[in-house]
């Protein structure tokens, strides 16, 4: 496994280039470009000389996310997507971008849980069918806090079973995308990732929680970056990845006012120290990692 940045996760406003260049700087092992960024520099410059400007950075390309969220469209958005998504998709498998990501919403005002489940399947299965053809594969994420599951009517998806459940459904290709904040605002126990395999695994996301707020009340934007308050145990949560044999990117989404506020050389700093340091409590276990 490898450190990944993602700018907008830490506040940074960056492109494509500017990004490559930061994260060499601050010695990160990957980058998450998004899909579109990618799209765009294939079709103007080739994906041979795109794979370059990242090996030239000294970088592995990292997961990118759906540019659009299936269950929260139109029906004709979702079949205009449909139709838009497979040139990018040749851009991604061309530049072997082979990590997508999309998250779940834990609870529905309109669905019950069954009939919340048939939708995202119905939603999704042709979504992931798409991505398979290009050797993509989609992790799902569950979003765990309470205060969060607090604002629906009827319950959804909230643990890695309950997640896993429904990846299988939609597709062979449909894995995980784990977060350790909502890993921990659910409940998580180390015991529930002890099912998880690199098949299963496509992308992980990094974080810590603020002290002193009780694990109930954690709000879902209000994070911290990764081993800074020891909140959350991503000694277990990391070496469980390892032992599972995850070698892809590993990502901070701290969602931190605080960090966010900061010049982005200091956020990249902060942001490299704090996600090489969650990254060493798997290789401790799993050989050597950057």
Same mark, same amino acid.
């Given at each position: 496994?490898?450190?990944?940045?993602?700018?907008?996760?830490?506040?940074?406003?960056?492109s494509l280039r500017e990004g490559l260049?930061?994260?060499?700087?601050?010695?990160?092992? $990957?980058?998450?470009?998004?899909?579109?960024?990618?799209?765009?520099?294939?079709?103007?410059? $080739?994906?041979?000389?795109? %794979?370059?400007?990242?090996?030239?950075?000294?970088?592995?390309?990292?997961? #990118?996310?759906?540019?659009?969220?299936?269950?929260?469209?139109?029906?004709?958005?979702?079949?205009? #997507?449909?139709?838009? =998504?497979?040139?990018? =998709?040749?851009?991604? %498998?061309?530049?072997?971008?082979?990590?997508?990501?999309?998250?779940?919403?834990?609870?529905?005002?309109?669905?019950?849980?069954?009939?919340?489940?048939?939708?995202?399947?119905a939603r999704f299965k042709p979504v992931?069918?798409?991505?398979?053809?290009?050797?993509?594969? =989609?992790?799902?994420?569950?979003?765990?806090p309470e205060t969060t599951l607090r604002?629906?009517?009827?319950?959804?998806?909230?643990?890695?079973?309950?997640?896993?459940?429904?990846?299988?459904?939609?597709?062979?290709?449909?894995?995980?995308?784990?977060?350790?904040?909502? #890993?921990?605002?659910?409940?998580?126990?180390?015991?529930?990732? %002890?099912?998880?395999?690199?098949?299963?695994?496509?992308?992980?996301?990094?974080?810590?929680?603020?002290?002193?707020?009780?694990?109930?009340?954690?709000?879902?934007?209000?994070?911290?970056?990764?081993?800074?308050?020891?909140?959350?145990?991503?000694?277990?949560?990391?070496?469980?990845?390892?032992?599972?044999?995850?070698?892809?990117?590993?990502?901070?989404?701290?969602?931190?006012?605080?960090?966010?506020?900061?010049?982005?050389?200091?956020?990249?700093?902060?942001?490299?120290?704090?996600?090489?340091?969650?990254?060493?409590? $798997?290789?401790?276990?799993?050989?050597?990692?950057?």
């Amino acid at each position: 496994m490898f450190s990944s940045l993602n700018p907008g996760h830490v506040g940074i406003s960056a492109s494509l280039r500017e990004g490559l260049a930061l994260a060499e700087r601050h010695g990160f092992g $990957g980058y998450d470009a998004q899909l579109a960024p990618l799209h765009e520099e294939v079709t103007a410059h $080739g994906a041979t000389a795109v %794979r370059d400007l990242f090996l030239q950075h000294g970088l592995r390309i990292g997961a #990118w996310n759906l540019p659009f969220m299936p269950y929260r469209v139109t029906e004709a958005e979702w079949r205009d #997507w449909l139709a838009k =998504l497979p040139p990018l =998709l040749a851009s991604a %498998r061309a530049l072997g971008a082979l990590r997508a990501g999309m998250w779940i919403f834990p609870g529905s005002d309109e669905r019950s849980y069954d009939d919340n489940f048939a939708f995202h399947v119905a939603r999704f299965k042709p979504v992931a069918q798409l991505l398979a053809e290009h050797g993509i594969r =989609l992790g799902l994420e569950f979003i765990g806090p309470e205060t969060t599951l607090r604002s629906f009517q009827h319950p959804f998806v909230r643990s890695v079973a309950s997640i896993l459940t429904l990846a299988r459904a939609i597709g062979p290709n449909c894995g995980l995308l784990i977060d350790a904040w909502h #890993w921990h605002c659910a409940g998580g126990t180390r015991e529930d990732l %002890r099912a998880l395999t690199c098949e299963l695994l496509v992308h992980v996301h990094v974080d810590d929680a603020p002290a002193g707020v009780p694990r109930a009340e954690l709000i879902d934007n209000r994070r911290k970056l990764p081993c800074t308050t020891g909140v959350i145990n991503i000694d277990g949560f990391m070496q469980a990845l390892a032992e599972a044999g995850y070698d892809g990117p590993v990502t901070a989404e701290p969602f931190d006012p605080e960090l966010s506020a900061l010049p982005a050389e200091e956020a990249a700093t902060r942001t490299a120290k704090a996600t090489r340091a969650a990254v060493a409590r $798997g290789v401790r276990s799993a050989g050597v990692g950057r």
